[in-house]
């Protein structure tokens, strides 16, 4: 953390005449971190009950006919008999998909939350930063305005969509990958109870994931918010600074660091596909931009 903050400190050239260099504005990593808890602890959730149900199916005695009771009990006889393996593949996929619609109906719930929640608090730190930053120029006035500027509106539709997108597909595509195990150990014989650390195993690298996407999705949402917000206020150009702690730190992005560039024409992000972005627009990319505010009649160079 020292590294990472004395980088977007350090002066990385000295401002010409009739240009101020803004601090970095920088995301409310607090919130991300909160909302990646939230995610993490209704996956763990989600694990639990999922655990407790192959427990309960490997622990049947006599699986065929037991189960062939309950759903006989529940649902009245079944059409066609597939034999015992059938009725234990009917009863598994009516479990899961009863917990596939729980949990879908509570991450749609958390998304909304949280997707909202992200957006304030980052619209609060960027107007905090901005008014700190702009406490000594008359430009502070006109921040509020700026909440109500069409590529504002652009940029928190699609901050919200990408983040609940992120957050409701969770529960489908785990109960989809749980389901097609339980019903693999059930047609070979292998063993439900085998799920059981497998499921757990998938719960902490789903839990690290989760926490990871919130990271990224808080950063994101931040950089797209001050770039609107700073091209609204005329603002045209950002000094380009690199913040590590990457394993893999990406040399394209260490290369730019210190230099100018402009929102409307932003360089290369990544090699390999040619896309064009600013600080934080990459997957998982920590860099951060300050912004480049030129006075009238100031030169361009």
């Known amino acids: 953390m020292r590294g990472r903050s004395s980088a977007a400190r350090r002066p990385l050239r000295t401002p010409r005449a009739g240009e101020k260099v803004l601090p970095p504005l920088t995301p409310p990593l607090r919130l991300a971190r909160a909302m990646g808890a939230a995610v993490a602890a209704e996956l763990r959730a989600m694990t639990l009950e999922t655990r407790a149900l192959v427990r309960s199916l490997a622990r049947l005695p006599d699986a065929g006919a037991q189960v062939s009771q309950i759903l006989q009990a529940q649902d009245g006889p079944a059409d066609g008999d597939g034999g015992d393996g059938g009725d234990v593949a009917e009863f598994a996929q009516r479990r899961i998909d009863a917990l596939r619609e729980r949990y879908r109906q509570r991450f749609d719930a958390l998304a909304d939350q949280w997707a909202r929640r992200m957006i304030l608090g980052v619209q609060a730190q960027s107007s905090a930063q901005l008014r700190i930053n702009l406490h000594d120029m008359a430009e502070q006035v006109q921040i509020q305005a700026t909440l109500a500027d069409p590529r504002m509106r652009a940029v ?98 260490q290369s730019y660091s210190g230099k100018t560039f402009r929102y409307d024409d932003p360089p290369v992000i990544d090699e390999r596909t040619g896309v064009k972005g600013k600080p934080g627009d990459a997957i998982f990319c920590r860099c951060v931009a300050r912004p480049v505010l030129r006075f009238m009649g100031a030169a361009r160079t």
């Open 156 to 253: 928190v539709q699609a901050s919200t969509k990408s983040c609940t997108a992120l957050i409701t597909r969770i529960p489908e595509q785990y109960l989809g990958e749980v389901q097609v195990a339980v019903m693999s150990a059930i047609t070979t014989g292998s063993g439900l109870d085998q799920l059981v650390p497998y499921l757990t195993q998938r719960y902490e690298d789903d839990a690290r994931h989760a926490h990871l996407v919130a990271l990224d999705q808080v950063r994101k949402a931040s950089a797209n918010v001050n770039a609107a917000r700073l091209q609204a206020l005329g603002v045209e150009e950002y000094v380009w600074v690199h913040v590590g702690g990457e394993r893999y730190p990406r040399k394209l992005h």
